[in-house]
């Protein structure tokens, strides 16, 4: 094999590996590349956040698989995209599996979300959403527990001012309010739909 070929070879292999950690770092990581790496272990946890109708709690929906989703309702491309994943698998789901789930919407632009737009932006779903936002210091906390990674980015000449840059992903919670997986934005409705089934048969699980 002359020097060439086998460069060639080397040259081939080295792309294939890079390519290999790239979409293996981030199909696994609850970051983009370049933010720090947390295990999914190290994730999660309780929280308390603010609706129009007062205080909610993570443990209010014990009993039940969560669904939550950190966005903001400015957002024009992810965040539609990825309620929309949602909507789709809530229509493969029973009238009994639907009333087993909770879809969490917490906004990270706490400074733009009103309570009384995100009850609206919740109400236009019929009540399968629930939109939940804080205090910047409760946002930073319960991001920061799970994972994900925000910034506001200025708009120059924009009527906004600025947009938020996110991860995006679901945070899957079972029924005991655990964290039991995440799952990519360009997860398809029907995988949804099918994690969400299977952690509402999963056998309670003593902590």
Do not use: W
């Not at 949602?86 to 400074?111: C, H, M, T, W």
Request: glycine share 8%; net charge negative; hydrophobic share 35%.
């Amino acid at each position: 094999m002359n020097e060439s070929r086998v460069l060639k070879i080397a040259i081939s292999v080295a792309v294939f590996l890079s390519i290999f950690i790239i979409v293996f770092y981030a199909t696994t990581t609850t970051h983009p590349i370049g933010e720090k790496y947390k295990s999914l272990s190290e994730l999660g946890g309780p929280f308390t956040l603010e609706t129009k109708e007062g205080p909610f709690s993570l443990s209010d929906i014990e009993g039940k698989v969560g669904v939550v989703y950190f966005g903001f309702l400015s957002c024009t491309e992810a965040c539609p995209a990825s309620i929309g994943v949602v909507q789709a698998a809530y229509k493969q789901l029973s009238d009994d599996e639907r009333n087993g789930v909770q879809f969490l919407f917490i906004s990270v632009d706490p400074d733009r979300d009103s309570l009384e737009d995100l009850y609206d932006f919740g109400d236009y779903y019929d009540n399968d959403l629930l939109a939940l936002t804080g205090t910047q210091e409760q946002i930073d906390k319960v991001s920061s527990d799970y994972g994900v990674f925000f910034e506001l980015t200025d708009l120059e000449g924009s009527a906004l001012g600025y947009t938020v840059d996110h991860s995006s992903r679901f945070y899957m919670i079972d029924k005991q309010g655990k964290l039991f997986t995440t799952m990519s934005h360009s997860t398809t409705p029907s995988e949804l739909a099918a994690r969400i089934k299977q952690l509402q048969n999963r056998e309670s699980t003593s902590s």
